[in-house]
């Protein structure tokens, strides 16, 4: 699908989720499914035909990038959510990174179950592509925000290197740039692979690139951080994606001021997803005629109806339609975020999420 692909979707008044995880987490052999390239591209169509969408989204699963790239480097972590850098890696471990990624992400991964992940993403992706019958669209997790998941605490140095404290200066600093470099490299790693499997749109998650980690006061003053730790990646992953003939699609979900909207709609996305904490209608402003914006009901709350009841979920549907209708900007209805099911509330979010989209 094409950038008019989306313009027209957006004409049409398509409401849809992201709501593969919940047709996913319905199967009883979950974790299985997603090392299984065949079985995750038949959880992905259902998840298509079940919410209406001709997009083929895989579930936002923002953890399998750190776990590969851990072991492309060799390095043995039991949890790998926990593992997190002190120090630059070694020159070894970045050997074996780099000669890892000269193989193809549909590799067998010789026995690494956080590799066989992302085959299975790429074998489903080209599945589908086969097939022509929906748009295939890969997903990953943007390069700032992996970066974020290899270090306790990056603020302090990102805050540090806006105020001009260098590499040479800082080992923080110094830690911050390594790693990010080498979170560029595997990110853009798995969408070639993505892209050569087939994928017509790529959809970069980057909720890290957020107040929780730049700070909006310093990028007023000075944006030279927010550009050289978010935005220079993202350019390089933006022109990755468009030379491979795809379609970006850019999701971030965390809380933002209106530079970064702006510094992600620069980007050019075919859509752009925005969270909760945003007033679309009035994002519309800072973000191009075609750019489709996506969302953003409150979907992390639909698990609880003493939180957010479904008569609630219509009304406030109904408002952000409304409201975006009168900007005249291209807009599809969604959620803010993947819907995650949760165990026990399955039934009450897959019925707010047909609340959402007029089906309930």
Same mark, same amino acid.
């Given at each position: 699908?094409?950038?008019?692909?989306?313009?027209?979707?957006?004409?049409?008044?398509?409401?849809?989720?992201?709501?593969?995880?919940?047709?996913?987490?319905? %199967?009883?052999?979950?974790?299985?499914?997603?090392?299984?390239?065949?079985?995750?591209?038949?959880? =992905?169509?259902?998840?298509?035909?079940?919410?209406?969408?001709?997009?083929?989204?895989?579930?936002?699963?923002?953890?399998?990038?750190?776990?590969?790239?851990?072991?492309?480097? *060799?390095?043995?972590?039991?949890?790998?959510?926990?593992?997190?850098?002190? #120090?630059?890696?070694?020159?070894?471990?970045?050997?074996?990174?780099?000669?890892?990624?000269?193989?193809?992400?549909?590799?067998?991964?010789?026995?690494? =179950?956080?590799?066989?992940?992302?085959?299975?993403?790429?074998?489903?992706?080209?599945?589908?592509?086969?097939? *022509?019958?929906?748009?295939?669209?890969?997903?990953? =997790?943007?390069?700032?925000?992996?970066?974020?998941?290899?270090?306790?605490?990056?603020?302090?140095?990102?805050?540090?290197?806006? !105020?001009?404290?260098?590499? @040479?200066?800082?080992?923080?600093?110094?830690?911050?740039?390594?790693?990010?470099?080498?979170?560029?490299?595997?990110?853009?790693?798995?969408?070639?692979?993505?892209?050569?499997?087939?994928?017509?749109?790529?959809?970069?998650?980057?909720?890290?690139?957020?107040?929780?980690?730049?700070?909006?006061?310093?990028?007023? %003053?000075?944006?030279? @951080?927010?550009?050289?730790?978010?935005?220079?990646?993202?350019?390089?992953?933006? @022109?990755?994606?468009?030379?491979?003939?795809?379609?970006?699609?850019?999701?971030?979900?965390?809380?933002?001021?209106?530079?970064?909207?702006?510094?992600?709609?620069?980007?050019?996305?075919?859509?752009?997803?925005?969270? /909760?904490?945003?007033?679309?209608?009035?994002?519309?402003?800072? #973000?191009?005629?075609?750019? #489709?914006?996506?969302?953003?009901?409150?979907?992390?709350?639909?698990?609880?109806?003493?939180?957010?009841?479904?008569?609630?979920?219509?009304?406030?549907?109904?408002?952000? /339609?409304?409201?975006?209708?009168?900007?005249?900007?291209?807009? =599809?209805?969604? /959620?803010?975020?993947?819907?995650?099911?949760?165990?026990?509330?399955?039934?009450?979010?897959?019925?707010?999420?047909?609340?959402?989209?007029?089906? !309930?």
């Amino acid at each position: 699908m094409n950038r008019q692909g989306f313009l027209d979707l957006a004409a049409s008044g398509l409401r849809m989720p992201i709501g593969t995880d919940l047709v996913l987490r319905a %199967r009883p052999d979950a974790e299985g499914i997603l090392l299984d390239a065949g079985r995750l591209a038949e959880v =992905i169509r259902e998840a298509a035909d079940t919410y209406g969408t001709p997009l083929a989204v895989p579930p936002m699963d923002l953890a399998a990038e750190k776990a590969a790239l851990l072991e492309m480097m *060799g390095i043995q972590a039991p949890d790998a959510g926990a593992y997190h850098f002190a #120090v630059l890696p070694t020159r070894e471990q970045r050997e074996r990174f780099e000669g890892a990624a000269g193989g193809s992400v549909t590799g067998d991964g010789g026995g690494s =179950i956080a590799l066989a992940r992302l085959a299975a993403d790429a074998g489903a992706v080209a599945l589908i592509a086969r097939e *022509g019958r929906l748009v295939p669209t890969g997903m990953t =997790i943007g390069p700032f925000s992996l970066m974020t998941k290899l270090l306790s605490d990056p603020i302090v140095a990102v805050y540090s290197a806006g !105020e001009g404290v260098t590499a @040479a200066e800082d080992e923080d600093v110094a830690l911050v740039e390594g790693l990010l470099e080498l979170s560029r490299k595997v990110v853009a790693w798995k969408v070639g692979g993505l892209l050569a499997a087939g994928a017509r749109a790529i959809f970069v998650a980057e909720p890290a690139a957020s107040a929780a980690f730049v700070s909006p006061k310093q990028l007023a %003053r000075d944006g030279s @951080a927010w550009e050289r730790f978010v935005m220079a990646g993202l350019r390089e992953l933006a @022109a990755q994606v468009r030379a491979g003939g795809a379609e970006l699609l850019f999701h971030c979900c965390g809380d933002l001021c209106g530079a970064m909207v702006s510094g992600f709609a620069s980007l050019d996305p075919a859509l752009l997803s925005l969270g /909760s904490s945003r007033a679309l209608w009035e994002d519309a402003r800072l #973000v191009g005629e075609r750019t #489709v914006l996506y969302g953003n009901l409150p979907t992390k709350r639909f698990h609880s109806d003493g939180d957010l009841g479904v008569e609630e979920v219509r009304r406030m549907a109904g408002e952000l /339609s409304a409201r975006m209708r009168e900007t005249g900007h291209p807009f =599809i209805l969604g /959620s803010e975020c993947d819907v995650l099911s949760v165990p026990g509330c399955e039934e009450t979010i897959r019925r707010k999420v047909r609340a959402m989209i007029g089906r !309930e």
